[in-house]
């Protein structure tokens, strides 16, 4: 399975956007990225998945270099509710998701 | 609320024991699989089940197994329990083998086992 690097922490301030990163250099042509996230106290939750365009939906946008060797998770107005832990996944059709250690983010009132 | 039940929510036993965990797949998925998340291992995918069969293995031990009976529950059984085998146990469904047309998972809230 393809792997991905992401930070292990970040920071962001309430109300300003916050750009997650993922490096995936060994990504296939057929590997879509996913985002799940995780509260404390909670399973993962889907946010968002792509495959070479960028992506919008009500919770977030990806946006994926154009050579597919990097992506970035957008949370246009960080609140207080997505402090959590941000898992970017590499998954082929068919395939497992496998969950690294994912970016801790923490959002500053 | 995700739609995906998981029992009991906690769990208390002492090392040799034998524990049983369940989760009720959100209503209509077909596919149940299930994660074990310690402190320092994340996240780990241990198994996948599809409308009763025995779909993919991920690093599941030899003395935990599972099933998914007809009406689409699964259980996860571990045995022999030693004190690393603390951790949350998570279930997750999809609608089908392959996680559904978005590659969606539905977590339930999971269940965290204590070895004494």
């Known amino acids: 399975d393809a792997k991905t690097t992401q930070p292990n922490s970040m920071e962001s301030n309430e109300e300003e956007p916050v750009h997650l990163p993922c490096n995936h250099s060994?990504?296939?042509?057929?590997?879509?990225i996913h985002w799940y996230r995780q509260l404390p106290s909670q399973g993962p939750e889907y946010v968002i998945h792509g495959l070479t365009s960028n992506v919008n939906n009500r919770m977030a946008s990806l946006a994926i270099a154009e050579d597919r060797k990097s992506s970035t998770l957008i949370l246009h107005r960080a609140t207080l509710r997505d402090a959590a832990v941000y898992y970017c996944?590499?998954?082929?059709?068919?395939?497992?998701?496998?969950f690294g250690t994912g970016t801790s983010l923490t959002v500053i009132p | 609320d995700s739609g995906v039940t998981q029992t009991p929510k906690h769990l208390i036993t002492a090392t040799g024991q034998r524990v049983t965990l369940r989760c009720s797949p959100r209503?209509?998925?077909?596919?149940v699989y299930w994660y074990q998340q310690s402190l320092d291992q994340g996240l780990q995918f241990l198994i996948q089940y599809y409308n009763g069969e025995e779909r993919a293995k991920g690093n599941i031990l030899e003395r935990f197994s599972a099933q998914q009976f007809p009406d689409l529950h699964s259980e996860l059984n571990l045995s022999s329990l030693e004190l690393g085998d603390s951790a949350l146990y998570f279930c997750?469904?999809?609608?089908?083998?392959?996680?559904?047309?978005?590659?969606?998972?539905?977590f339930g809230e999971g269940s965290r086992l204590t070895v004494l």
């Open positions: 996944i590499l998954r082929d059709v068919g395939n497992q998701f496998y």
């Open positions: 209503s209509g998925d077909l596919s």
């Open positions: 997750a469904s999809s609608v089908g083998p392959r996680g559904g047309k978005t590659g969606e998972l539905f």
């Open positions: 060994t990504i296939s042509g057929t590997d879509y």
